[in-house]
């Protein structure tokens, strides 16, 4: 399974990017994508995530009401739309898989640079 994370770059204060995640390599429907984000020195930080069968979806706090988390079952994609951006969200954006809701993320990509900043 290999997980393809794009849609990272360079925007303004208050501005957005919409980041796509692709899984390949399995006819199998993971059970939930997610997405983490990671700034030098600092452990990885949960974003959000998404149960791929009912469309729940989880938030964390710091991005509430600025990013929306969705997925293309058709086409095993998700997306982190991210809007009102801010410098504290400059990080590597990571997507990840996992095929369970007591599992651990096994599957990751290989991050996309964010970086906001005017």
């Known amino acids: 399974v290999q997980l393809q994370a794009s849609g990272g770059g360079l925007v303004r204060p208050g501005g957005s990017l919409r980041l796509s995640c692709v899984v390949s390599g399995s006819t199998f429907r993971r059970y939930a994508m997610g997405w983490f984000r990671q700034v030098p020195g600092k452990e990885r930080e949960f974003v959000a995530s998404?149960?791929?069968?009912?469309?729940?979806?989880t938030l964390s706090d710091s991005v509430k009401g600025r990013f929306t988390i969705s997925g293309d079952n058709g086409k095993s994609t998700s997306y982190l739309q991210m809007n009102s951006l801010k410098p504290d969200d400059t990080a590597v954006y990571y997507c990840?898989?996992?095929?369970?809701?007591?599992?651990?993320?096994?599957?990751w990509g290989q991050g996309t640079q964010v970086t906001v900043s005017s």
């Open positions: 990840a898989a996992k095929d369970c809701a007591g599992c651990a993320y096994a599957y």
């Open positions: 998404i149960t791929t069968s009912s469309g729940a979806s």
